[in-house]
């Protein structure tokens, strides 16, 4: 499922239109964004739980060359699933 389609079912469940859906959703996915750019948690009941952890430099390997690499540390958003959620 891509954006559009996220939008479409969003205006037929909810009986919103498809203009005031997209707006729903930049705004829900802007909000998400900028609490875990700010470092902080978000918590959704029932669906899971959003959380930026930092990953340490490491070494890896160049599956071209075989020759060893330096990966760099970085922070990335890390997704636990709730529990309606969980397959």
């Known amino acids: 499922m ?3 389609e996220l ?3 969003i ?21 998400i964004a900028k609490e875990l750019k700010s470092g ?3 918590t ?3 669906h899971g739980t959003y959380q930026v952890i930092e990953k340490s430099a490491r070494t890896g390997i160049n599956p071209k060359t075989r020759k060893p690499i330096q990966i760099a540390a970085k922070k990335v958003v890390k997704f636990k699933p709730g529990a309606e959620l969980a397959i």
């Open 40 to 42: 902080g948690k978000i």
């Open 44 to 46: 959704l009941v029932g």
């Open 11 to 31: 205006a037929r469940e909810s009986g919103l239109s498809k203009v005031d859906s997209k707006k729903a959703l930049n705004g829900t996915l802007s909000a």
């Open 2 to 4: 891509n954006k559009a």
């Open 7 to 9: 939008i479409d079912v």
